[in-house]
């Protein structure tokens, strides 16, 4: 038998295979689904008519995992997203966005004392709590973090021509109405970044560690066979002085530009000269119904044609109250603060400007268990911007979420 | 004695002269006396003892009259249907901080122990007198966390007993409950703490963890004492009885619950094989 003959055949057998042991108790997969009504009130935007604006957005999440032996795991998560794709960028009206694999990685546990575990693929990147605030059911809150959310002015795939046209790039780059994000063409400090690359990590005592070396930055994730992507590290830790609390700092470095700006560059530079660095620091405080997490980001990006690095400081503080079995208080403040750089602009010279707009967040929700898969949330946020032009809104919404077991479902033994 | 003196002797100052007969026959003392020990005996002796000295049928019982005497059934149970999976853990993230002792195996699981055999539609069900209330020196049942499970993953206990969650696992579970019979939310605690709840309704109560998915529990609330989990080889007695008709139930949580009419007599044991 030829070879190209073969491989059908070997891979049909391997799928056959795979089926007995996807009903067996090695595998397992889960769906979570969400829904949101969100309505976003903004007013005080120059060149917009100030008004609200009503959004529903549907999104599915499926993660399966399959336990090999008791060493190795595979692991798999696929999304989809009605409303906006997860790089922040390029959102089209009515279009949805599908992620066939978001997450597909191989996991191989040493069982150390070290707790050594490996990983190698297409995961959620190691830098600080980013992760579980990107499940719905496991966001006490609507929307995620400004951290992850907020696009900036700076882009992977545009440069700007010096400090005044980087400055414009704010007052030209209005917002419109999206729930979770806005139709800037810059990205957030962290743009869903599911890097590929190889992955350390575990805990020995009260301290846990992981380090990634991946193949794309914090707010440029780059899949494998995109051009551009240079090898890069992730670093982070963690210190639990006791169970209650856990303390951890994550660092992260490395090119964030586009290939395609090459041509661009000034000359004798190349994108690798331009790197995104990131030092944070995040806590986690959880004691009987009160749980309170919290990060803190600084963040720099160089840029082409600016003569100095630029930095974003962000933060957030993140509470929760579990006011009885079925319903939980939740509040979170949320903050960007952006560098000045000295430029001129119109008639002021030599004038301090911050580079991107300073933005706050408060919101306050109320998440009901209807059932222990079914979570409904309602929350109100307050999201001030402070920048080239202010504006201020006043956003409510409403989202329902759902998880289930995907097996149950459709009765795989 | 002194009123048997009297009659026997006729010493009964002012006595009518109607006994003379019974004093001027030889016999009359003695058919006195024994109609009077009759009548004693009638008046005193335990309802079906006197129903068996006048010749009715009765059940003969020796124990004070209130309580029957109880029967047993025992037998084996086994499984073979096919049983649904149950939820599988999907450990996708690393617990930043302490994790689970890697090296102890996984909660080793035999559906035989997920298994309760309990009797329905007990004639005492309103009778608390027969439940029985845990003393301060029984210990409370617990359903461990540990390894990202809870053990024992089913637990039948009788209404009004309060059963301890202790979490022996390094790091944070939130224990909970949505079920109507009793919701809970025992928040987070470290390992080596405990949290208690104390069931008042009967019903079935299904517990979860809010952190890891997977964890569930499944608690039966019972209204009387007749229920047990067979032994890992199937084996299981339920006894004390008391006589009467029942449906006894098998109930494993992801299977269909079988279910059989019993009669238990008096003082017997009913001996079963059930297939689940």
């Not at chain 1, 190795?72 to 790089?87: A, I, T, V």
């Not at chain 1, 191989?106 to 150390?112: A, C, V």
């Amino acid at each position: 038998m030829s070879p190209s003959k073969t491989s059908p055949v070997v891979l049909l057998l391997f799928l056959n295979s795979l089926i007995p042991s996807l009903a067996s108790d090695r595998f397992g997969a889960e769906m979570i689904v969400d829904g949101t009504f969100f309505r976003v009130h903004q007013s005080g935007t120059p060149y917009l008519d100030s008004g609200s604006e009503w959004f529903f957005n549907g999104r599915g999440i499926l993660r399966a995992s399959f336990n090999i032996n008791s060493y190795l795991s595979l692991f798999y998560e696929g999304r989809y997203d009605q409303l906006e794709p997860l790089n922040h960028r390029n959102v089209l009206e009515g279009h949805g966005y599908g992620h066939p694999v978001l997450q597909g990685f191989l996991r191989y546990s040493t069982k150390l004392p070290t707790g050594l575990t490996l990983q190698f693929g297409k995961f959620g990147s190691p830098f600080g709590h980013y992760l579980t605030e990107d499940y719905p059911n496991l966001n006490p809150l609507i929307t995620p973090p400004l951290l992850y959310t907020h696009a900036g002015t700076i882009r992977s795939d545009r440069i700007p021509l010096d400090a005044y046209d980087l400055i414009r790039w704010q007052y030209y780059n209005p917002s419109t109405y999206y729930p979770y994000s806005r139709q800037y063409d810059g990205q957030p400090i962290l743009n869903y970044p599911y890097p590929t690359g190889v992955m350390a990590y575990g805990d020995w005592a009260k301290l846990d560690y992981r380090f990634a070396a991946v193949n794309s930055s914090l707010s440029n994730p780059l899949n494998l066979g995109n051009p551009g992507q240079r090898l890069q590290w992730i670093a982070g830790g963690g210190y639990s002085p006791f169970s209650r609390l856990r303390i951890g700092t994550s660092l992260a470095r490395g090119p964030y530009l586009d290939a395609s700006v090459q041509s661009s560059l000034p000359a004798g530079t190349s994108i690798n000269d331009y790197n995104q660095s990131a030092l944070g620091f995040d806590l986690q405080f959880s004691m009987n119904h009160l749980e309170i997490q919290s990060e803190l980001v600084f963040n720099s990006f160089q840029v082409p044609n600016i003569y100095k690095s630029l930095g974003t400081t962000g933060y957030y503080i993140q509470v929760k109250q579990t006011l009885n079995p079925r319903v939980y208080a939740a509040v979170r403040w949320d903050q960007l603060i952006s560098d000045h750089i000295t430029t001129y602009y119109y008639d002021h010279y030599n004038s301090s400007y911050r580079f991107d707009s300073n933005v706050n967040s408060l919101e306050v929700a109320l998440g009901i268990r209807i059932t222990e898969k079914m979570l409904l949330k309602t929350a109100y946020q307050y999201r001030p911007t402070e920048g080239i032009y202010s504006y201020r809104e006043n956003n409510v919404g409403m989202q329902l979420v759902y998880s289930f077991d995907v097996k149950k479902l459709f009765r795989i033994p | 004695m002194g009123t048997l003196s009297a009659l026997t002797t006729g010493k009964n100052s002012g006595s009518p002269p109607r006994l003379s007969w019974l004093k001027a026959s030889a016999l009359g003392p003695r058919v006195i006396l024994s109609g009077f020990m009759v009548l004693q005996l009638l008046l005193f002796t335990p309802l079906d003892f006197r129903f068996l000295l006048l010749g009715r049928e009765s059940v003969v019982s020796l124990t004070p009259k209130d309580e029957p005497v109880k029967g047993t059934i025992k037998g084996t149970v086994r499984i073979e249907s096919k049983i649904p999976s149950k939820s599988f853990p999907l450990n996708f993230y690393s617990r930043k901080g302490t994790t689970a002792n890697r090296n102890q195996p996984a909660v080793p699981v035999n559906e035989i122990e997920n298994v309760v055999i309990y009797l329905e539609e007990t004639v005492q069900a309103k009778d608390k007198t027969l439940l029985m209330p845990q003393t301060s020196a029984e210990p409370q049942p617990a359903i461990r966390q540990i390894n990202e499970f809870f053990s024992p993953h089913v637990l039948p206990i009788v209404v009004g007993t309060v059963v301890q969650f202790p979490n022996e696992d390094p790091f944070f579970h939130n224990v909970f409950s949505l079920s109507g019979t009793k919701s809970f939310d025992l928040g987070r605690y470290p390992k080596g703490h405990t949290r208690s709840v104390k069931f008042d309704r009967p019903g079935i109560v299904k517990v979860f963890c809010h952190i890891h998915s997977h964890m569930n529990a499944v608690i039966l609330v019972f209204d009387h004492p007749y229920f047990c989990v067979p032994l890992v080889n199937g084996n299981f007695v339920i006894d004390h009885i008391p006589p009467g008709r029942y449906t006894l139930v098998v109930w494993h949580e992801r299977l269909k619950p079988f279910k059989q009419v019993v009669s238990i007599q008096p003082g017997t044991q009913l001996s079963l094989e059930l297939v689940l």
